[in-house]
Structure formats: C-alpha cells, structure tokens
C-alpha cells in the first residue's frame, strides 16, 4: 500500500513525495526516513486511541429521550443541545483538519434530519434513525482527529485519498468500540454500525435503511458534486419509498440549515 505526504511548514509552496510502508533500512533517504517515523506514530496514536476513547456526554440520556421530537424541540432543550455541542467536541475536532471535521458534522447532523423523516414514514424509529445518523460517522471523525494530531507533531500531512483510505479502514473500529464505550443503547449502536449494509436487505434493521437513505439525501445537499444522478430514486424505489414520500424528505432541508447554523 503507498500513499503520499506533504510537508507542512508556513511560508514556503509544500512539496509532495510518495512513500512506501516498506523499505531498505540499509538505503533510506532523509525524506523515506521521517516519513516512515510518521507511519509509526501514526499506529500507535491508533492503537492509544482504541484504549482511551472520549468520555461520553453527560447529557447523553437526554438526547436519546429526545430525539423523537424533532431538531427544533430538541434546540429548545437545554440539555438536549448541550449533548449535541458536546458530541461535536469529543468526536469532531481535528486540529489542523478542521474543515474536513467541520464537513464530516454537518453531514452528521444532516443525515440525522433526513433519516429521522424517513423512518417516520416508513414506520421505523425515529429517535434510533436521528441518534444513528447523528454518529454514524463518529469511528471515522476519531480517525481523522487522530490523524490530525500525528501531522501536527511530525509537520507531514497525508495527501486526500491517503487521508480518507486511512479514516476508512480504521474507522469501523474505532465506532464499534465507541458505541461499547459509550453504552449506546443497542438498536442505535447496530443502526451506527450496520447502516453500510443496507444493501443486504434481510441483514439491516428498518433504521438502518432510514440512515442509509438520509445519508443519501445529506450528500445530496450537501455535496451535490458527489451524488450520482438518480442515486436516490433508484435505491428509493428499490425500498418502496413512493415519490411523493422523496420529496417529503427533501422538503427537509429547511430544516437540516437551521439545525446545522445553529449549533456552528
């Protein structure tokens, strides 16, 4: 496996060199060096991370037994909103990597808006699919955060498909513990993560496939770059999701804005 690093200094254009994860220790150059101290650094900060997770939310309860009410009345739920503001802090901060974190939540907190829609109407748990939604990128922004401190300290930074390659493999883990960790109640820890597997169909739970479809519609709004024309109508109709209910869902990306302004 291969990836690229830059370095990461102010002032001077950064410059990118690709390196392997093995090398001749009898000729390494200067660069092949450092950048394998970094790939050393970066698995143990892995390995660490595995073993001291964030600690959870105290106001946790709370959201759980909220959610079901929708994102404006759980805004008006001191708690509640507290929960939120303190999972985007223990999970989605990532010093140095701050617009991918920033990017990772609002597409969180999005796909949490749009699966709870679509499980209230395809009679499936709405708390369970807005709670899912809301972490079911948490194994892959405690990767990226701890990514973003082994670049900090070794002034490397991997290049954007290395960097999301790395978040992608060590992420589902990272979740699984988590969600152990945290004590999520079961059916949100199976929907954070099960949610990848909607595809088999006998497999997922009915608010998996809520938060499988609600991270489609976040996509959609939120990087319409990246949404393959006619993704959501296909996977929809696989699903039985009549049109009319489609654009119910999307009709709540008012909603989603809101919810994202107001707890950046």
Same mark, same amino acid.
């Given at each position: 496996?291969?990836?690229?690093?830059?370095?990461?200094?102010?002032? *001077?254009?950064?410059?990118?060199e690709?390196?392997?994860?093995?090398?001749?220790p009898q000729?390494?150059?200067?660069?092949?060096?450092?950048?394998?101290?970094?790939?050393?650094?970066?698995?143990?900060?892995?390995?660490?991370?595995?073993?001291?997770?964030?600690?959870?939310?105290?106001?946790?309860?709370?959201?759980?037994?909220? !959610?079901?009410?929708?994102?404006?009345?759980?805004?008006?739920?001191?708690?509640?909103?507290?929960?939120?503001?303190?999972i @985007?802090?223990?999970?989605?901060?990532?010093?140095?990597?701050?617009?991918?974190?920033?990017? *990772?939540?609002?597409?969180?907190?999005?796909?949490?808006?749009? !699966?709870?829609?679509?499980?209230?109407?395809?009679?499936?748990?709405?708390?369970?699919?807005?709670?899912?939604?809301?972490?079911?990128?948490?194994?892959e922004?405690?990767?990226?955060?701890?990514l973003?401190?082994?670049?900090?300290?070794? @002034?490397?930074?991997?290049?954007?498909?290395?960097?999301?390659?790395?978040c992608?493999?060590?992420?589902?883990?990272?979740?699984?513990?988590? #969600?152990?960790?945290?004590? #999520?109640?079961?059916?949100?820890?199976?929907? #954070?993560?099960?949610?990848?597997?909607?595809?088999?169909?006998a497999?997922?739970?009915?608010?998996?496939?809520?938060?499988?479809?609600?991270?489609?519609?976040?996509?959609?709004?939120?990087?319409?770059?990246?949404?393959?024309?006619?993704?959501i109508?296909?996977a929809?109709?696989?699903?039985?999701?009549?049109?009319?209910?489609?654009?119910?869902?999307r009709?709540?990306?008012?909603?989603?804005?809101?919810?994202?302004?107001?707890?950046?």
């Amino acid at each position: 496996m291969a990836c690229a690093w830059s370095t990461a200094g102010s002032g *001077a254009a950064a410059t990118e060199e690709s390196w392997q994860l093995m090398f001749n220790p009898q000729h390494m150059t200067s660069a092949s060096s450092r950048a394998l101290i970094f790939q050393q650094a970066l698995a143990a900060a892995c390995k660490a991370r595995k073993q001291n997770l964030p600690a959870v939310p105290a106001s946790m309860p709370v959201l759980f037994a909220e !959610a079901d009410k929708g994102p404006s009345q759980l805004l008006s739920r001191p708690d509640a909103r507290q929960a939120l503001n303190e999972i @985007r802090a223990r999970l989605f901060q990532a010093p140095g990597r701050d617009i991918e974190a920033q990017s *990772a939540w609002h597409e969180s907190v999005a796909t949490a808006v749009f !699966a709870a829609r679509v499980a209230q109407l395809r009679g499936a748990c709405v708390c369970v699919s807005f709670c899912g939604g809301l972490l079911h990128r948490a194994g892959e922004a405690l990767a990226l955060n701890t990514l973003a401190r082994v670049e900090l300290d070794h @002034r490397l930074q991997l290049d954007s498909a290395s960097r999301r390659d790395w978040c992608a493999n060590n992420g589902p883990e990272l979740a699984e513990r988590l #969600v152990r960790a945290w004590e #999520v109640p079961a059916e949100v820890a199976a929907c #954070v993560v099960g949610w990848k597997r909607f595809g088999e169909f006998a497999q997922v739970s009915a608010e998996s496939a809520a938060l499988y479809f609600g991270r489609l519609f976040a996509v959609e709004v939120l990087h319409p770059q990246f949404c393959v024309p006619g993704a959501i109508d296909h996977a929809a109709a696989e699903l039985g999701l009549a049109p009319d209910c489609v654009a119910q869902v999307r009709a709540e990306e008012p909603r989603v804005q809101d919810l994202i302004h107001a707890l950046d």
